[in-house]
């Protein structure tokens, strides 16, 4: 989750008002063991106004010639108020196909979920997420739609790709995307961006959209 000093630099992007959750993406700490991120990809699919389920697919290989009890680390953070507290919806996630069960972080004022994992040498395992959350909001009357996705973790990724999809009708305009600088390809439909070698750096995620119906007010 963020500290509060990340959450002070973040509130300079975000809109007025901005209240929501988000997840984002696992990490496998496998102490002195090397493993790689060879590919990351993310689906934020929008039902309506209201609601979205965002779907991963993150795939580890263990580097090493020894094996390793890992953990799996799974973020969840809040953006809003003082008075938010900590985020607390459920994340269902599989291990290479089979059910793998997520607890709360043991750790004083973390919101993330975990499980421990075994790792053998030269493997590769596949971790497979979804979470169903409300639409965030945020502006003036609370009209404006917000969605968000963390970039946590110092491991590079070979391949990323980011998608967040819509109905055409659920959207009044076409919806904007930060970090804007990412290269988002941007239509009616959503939005997706490819990225290779990446190395994430705490970067949050946010699709932003008007539902159809409402008349854009302030941000």
Known sequence: MFTTLALLALSQ???????????????LESGPVAVSVPFHTVETVVYEADYSVTRSTT???????????????????????????????????????????????ALPNS????????????????????????????????????????????????????SFKTPGETVFRLPELTPADWGWKIGRTGAFVQKRNFVPSGELTTFQFYPGGFEPIGD
């Open 111 to 162: 919101s993330d979920l975990e499980a421990k994992v075994p790792v053998k040498a030269g493997t590769t395992h596949v971790l497979r997420l979804m979470v169903n959350l409300p639409n965030g909001r945020a502006g003036v009357g609370r009209k404006l739609r917000i969605l968000g996705y963390q970039y946590g973790g110092k491991q590079a990724i070979g391949q990323m790709n980011v």
């Open 13 to 27: 992007t975000l809109p007025r008002n901005a209240s929501f959750d988000y997840t984002g993406i696992p990490r």
């Open 59 to 105: 795939v580890f290989k263990n580097t090493a010639k020894a094996p390793v009890m890992a953990r799996v680390v799974v973020p969840r953070g809040r953006v809003g108020d003082a008075k938010a507290g900590l985020p607390d919806f459920r994340v269902e996630a599989t291990w290479d196909g089979k059910p793998l069960t997520l607890a709360s972080s």
